[in-house]
């Protein structure tokens, strides 16, 4: 079975940096886009950044890039999310997922999600 264990999430002032995880496991890991969307109560989710492990090229949407970077760690099968910069606006839940036909950053391209970690903000 597919797992994606998402972890990292916490209380960060704004400015700081935080680093989120998704550890994967029950899918052969260069075969799948590793995703990481962000969902604030009320909103849809909204993609952040995604990895392809197969050339480890990546995607960001356009207000996270420069701020955010996400890579992989092949032998541990866990994709990291580095957020620098964070601002308050920056609180929301974050879900890492699958996706078999590549990096869209469209949620509804998942095919699996991992449950979110929590990232609050404080000014």
């Known amino acids: 079975d597919v797992q994606l264990q998402a972890s990292g999430g916490g209380l960060v002032q704004a400015g700081g940096s935080l680093r989120l995880s998704c550890a994967t496991s029950?899918?052969?890991?260069?075969?799948?886009?590793i995703v990481w969307f962000r969902q604030v109560q009320g909103r849809e989710r909204e993609g952040v950044g995604c990895?392809?492990?197969?050339?480890?090229?990546?995607y960001y949407g356009g207000s996270f890039r420069g701020r955010f970077t996400v890579s992989s760690d092949h032998a541990r099968k866990i994709v990291h999310l580095r957020m620098n910069r964070i601002e308050p606006e920056d609180t929301a839940v974050y879900y890492c997922g699958i996706e078999r036909i590549g990096c869209t950053l469209n949620s509804y391209y998942v095919d699996a999600w991992g449950q979110g970690t929590l990232v609050t903000v404080s000014s």
């Open positions: 990895i392809s492990p197969s050339d480890d090229s990546t």
């Open positions: 029950g899918f052969t890991f260069e075969d799948y886009a």
